[in-house]
């Protein structure tokens, strides 16, 4: 038990690829939240937006064409309000229009909910928003394929203020217990809430520690290293282990908005025409600073 430590990747080019990628999500959220007439979890998109790149567009063997294929990994967001992130990151890889989200997001019936909904967007495996139940749920399909003897991976994106749900705990003992080694949670630990810090409510350190405890193999990266995102991937055991493995990303809110990051005020919020050209401008100058 105990952390994993690992090598970043040594594919620079498909890391760069990735990261001008991230930007672009980063971008499109931000003109989302700019055309949007309410609240935007833009904060923990923001946060959760190199994680979802790197999922999409490297980790998840999942075919936007073939929607059903039973060997496609199965992908449970149990952030539930990061989901505007996820569309947008889905439509990146084909999935549908980026357009159609700008236009219908958030409305009366549109397929694009503040909280994803499997029965209205093909694409999505799982609708979620209460927040501690993605986890379970991804134990449940991952011991279901098991059973099947089928070799896909079933991959959770949880954020850490949600851990702090009993139900997370009982998930990852089952998970462990019933030898999940197809099972694969990616944390955004962000360390916000929505109207606190994480351990001004929930005491979660030592974090790491705790998922080792309940017998899990433990990845510890910096969520905005590419690189490092990559080589967790990577690294990733085969299905057939005994162990379920838990990537624990450590990310900023509002990550690349200078004037988001760490800030409680967005955990959602809107842009007008003037913040969103500030906003725009901050993420340009927080990508030419990481660049150098």
């Known amino acids: 038990m105990g952390e994993t430590s690992l090598q970043t990747s040594d594919d620079p080019h498909s890391v760069q690829e990735l990261e001008d990628l991230a930007f672009e999500l980063r971008s499109k959220l931000l003109h989302l939240c700019g055309t949007y007439e309410g609240a935007v979890h833009i904060g923990g998109d923001l946060s959760a937006a190199d994680i979802f790149t790197a999922l999409y567009h490297y980790g998840l063997h999942v075919d936007p064409t073939d929607l059903r294929n039973p060997t496609r990994d199965r992908f449970v967001l149990s952030k539930g309000h990061a989901a505007v992130c996820m569309y947008i990151a889905m439509s990146m890889r084909g999935f549908f229009s980026y357009e159609g989200i700008v236009d219908t ?8 909910g503040m909280h994803p909904c499997k029965v209205q967007l093909p694409g999505v495996e799982c609708s979620t928003g209460s927040l ?50 197809n099972l694969v949670a990616f944390v955004d630990r962000n360390r916000q809430m929505m109207t606190s810090f994480a351990e001004e409510r929930v005491v979660f350190e030592p974090y790491p520690d705790k998922w080792a405890a309940f017998g899990w193999n433990v990845v510890h990266i910096d969520g905005h290293d590419m690189a490092q995102l990559v080589g967790a991937i990577d690294a990733l055991p085969p299905t057939s282990a005994e162990r379920p493995t838990v990537v624990i990303c450590e990310t900023v809110k509002g990550k690349g908005v200078d004037f988001m990051e760490h800030n409680l005020a967005w955990h959602a919020g809107s842009l007008g025409a003037a913040d969103l050209e500030r906003a725009m401008t901050a993420l340009q100058a927080s990508r030419e600073r990481e660049s150098v």
């Open 105 to 112: 997001y958030g409305q009366l019936d549109s397929a694009y």
């Open 132 to 181: 501690g139940h993605g986890l379970p749920i991804a134990v449940g399909m991952a011991l279901s394929a098991r059973g099947r003897g089928e070799s896909h991976r079933v991959v959770c994106l949880l954020g850490d203020g949600e851990t702090g749900e009993g139900s997370v705990w009982e998930a990852a003992m089952a998970a462990r217990s019933n030898e999940l080694g």
